[in-house]
């Protein structure tokens, strides 16, 4: 998986439509192994984008799980524990 994909299931507050967009931009990036696309290919690139986004936040939608919300806050000062762990000298 990516690592600039940040998982949006169960979240209090839930994920919003700029990070559903988000992520779905990094994965079309992915895929496509490409930033920026050509003019080109730019409407196909867009479409993907707009596609994979609705497509997430249906599966967002959709989903269904008995554990509590995680606390965005608490996530977040976890990973930069982490990251502090990771890259300390």
Do not use: W
Request: hydrophobic share 40%; proline share 7%.
């Amino acid at each position: 998986m990516c690592r600039n994909i940040r998982p949006l299931h169960n979240f209090e507050p839930p994920a919003t439509t700029d990070e559903v967009q988000a992520a779905a931009l990094q994965y079309v990036r992915k895929v496509s192994g490409t930033t920026k696309p050509s003019q080109v290919n730019a409407e196909a690139f867009e479409r993907a984008v707009s596609e994979v986004a609705q497509a997430t936040a249906r599966l967002l939608d959709a989903l269904e799980t008995s554990a509590p919300p995680k606390d965005r806050e608490v996530e977040a000062a976890k990973a930069r524990a982490r990251a502090q762990k990771r890259y300390a000298s």
